[in-house]
């Protein structure tokens, strides 16, 4: 069995050379590269500083009265308390939050949205000077820097190109393959074979994959994204997981249609509802309360837990379940249409 | 002395409309028997050929080739041989890589295809691609990739379908061939002349149901062959 699905898998990655397939996936990655570059060139610094101190904190009175003092660059907001001040910085109200830290009242941690920014280090060079021009020290009310997330934009970015490439291989590639397959009778070519159909579909839903992981390391090597190697092997079960289940989706909606060109438009019709839900969730309220009930949420929400937040498949075990659960039920669906010789 | 049968077909029917169906027929072919299927277009020719070729999924019906029910596919696809009418060979890659993936499929040995290549004089052709081929080539192809498994019953669909006079004369002299090597044979086609020369029985195919099944001499005689081609 394996024999087949391997001479099946190195097949369909034949095709994959020979149609150009390869060449879409292996695009992708090098256009997210560019267009992250060119977000990094485009980033602008606001000159004025949003500050937020917990309204319960205790804070250095040296510190309070010098940010007051510089009120023309440095813009103070009282926060009622941590959460608060958190949600105030996700939402991108503030540059940076302001808790005391230690019990001596003398330093602070600042909370920043990401540590290697420009915002980041006008903060520090700003109060460090306030400082200097006080008391003649620096680097003293500021002891720690605590990024919210690991990076910036590149980044957060990031799962959603790879939540685009997964459903892309899903419901763009795929689809038509398989209806390419059934349309010029290839599939029932094959059938004459002794090859089993779970055979065939194994090997379809195992393309899918290596596509996936292919684009998906091109772009980690291309944005030279460091992992560890637990994070790695946390994020590969993820992409095989989300590979597998859109993959198996792909096949079964390419043997719901007859032809190419139906493939696609309903491929389409599929990728664009399970991608914009997903990857626009964290923008938008309506959408925020939609997502969970789309399988690529369960993709996407793991992948940038991993990516941006160092989580794992333990903090996932629902989600992975899920989309192995959904690919399972599709490959079923597509071994029964096959059987009948659906649309063939 | 009687042959042994190789194909038995009892009952087996498909229905796509109430007007474009087969109706439940029987026949029994025998080891080394030459058979054209002749009849209008619809009459249920490629149907029933695409039905024992395991195309298809039958309503009803059983099928047995060398006592072997067609149900069990991974089994009977080793006894049957199929030529679509239009070749379904994978056209963006060589004549050779073409076979090397089914002999591979079949587990048969590498020198097969070999074998392959030199019988059916495709040698010269081994590395170009299928789609640059002519229509006779690609069928040669696929007539060549039918027989890879050794099948003991081969099912041409209008093998000589838009072929000219050369490619034409050139595949029955395959058949020819391919018939002497003792393998039993069903074809369909809407050439008289094809069908005489060839055929060591002919069956009509006529609506669906099967209206005559005997000789080419008794065929050609028959009223049968008269209301069909007059």
Known sequence: MIRNVIIMTLHDLAIACQNKTLFLILFIPVFVFVALQLVDENEAVDPNIRIGLLEQGSYPPAMLTTLEAANATIVVTWQSNEAAAMQWLKEGHGDGVLIPHGTAAQHCALIVLEKTSLKTVTIVESINALQRALDGKSNYWIAEIHPVQESGLQRQMLPTWILMLVLMVGFIILPAQVAEEKEKRLLLGLLQTPIRETEWLLAKVSYGIILVVLAATLLHLLTAFDFSIARGLNYLAFLIAGGFCFSALGVCVGFLCRTQASARTLGVLFYLPLLLPSALADFSKPLHSVAPWVPSYQFYQPVKSILLQGGGVADFPLDILALLGAGIIALFLSYQLMRHRWLM | ?230
Request: hydrophobic share 40%.
């Open chain 2, 1 to 230: 002395m009687v042959c042994p049968v190789t194909l038995q077909v009892q009952g087996i029917s498909k229905a796509y409309t109430s007007q474009r169906r087969l109706l439940a027929i029987d026949f029994s072919v025998r080891e080394g028997e030459l058979i054209a299927v002749v009849g209008h277009n619809g009459a249920g020719k490629s149907t029933l050929l695409k039905l024992l070729g395991g195309w298809l999924v039958p309503d009803g019906g059983e099928v047995q080739i060398d006592g072997i029910d067609q149900r069990n596919r991974r089994a009977i696809v080793r006894k049957v041989g199929f030529v679509p009418e239009v070749p379904n060979l994978f056209e963006c890659f060589s004549v050779e890589y073409n076979l090397s993936l089914f002999a591979r499929l079949f587990r048969a040995p590498s020198s097969s295809v070999e074998t392959a290549l030199r019988e059916f004089s495709l040698l010269p052709y081994r590395r170009s691609k299928v789609r640059v081929l002519s229509k006779g080539l690609k069928q040669r192809v696929s007539i060549a990739r039918s027989l890879l498994a050794n099948p003991s019953l081969v099912l041409l669909d209008e093998p000589t379908s838009g072929l000219d006079f050369d490619m034409t004369t050139e595949v029955h002299e395959l058949l020819k061939r391919i018939h002497a090597s003792g393998k039993t044979i069903l074809f369909t086609s809407h050439r008289p002349e094809e069908i005489k020369s060839l055929a060591t029985r002919i069956m009509v195919l006529h609506q669906g149901a099967l209206i005559f099944d005997g000789p080419p001499s008794e065929y050609f005689e028959s009223d049968t062959h008269r209301n069909l081609y007059t």
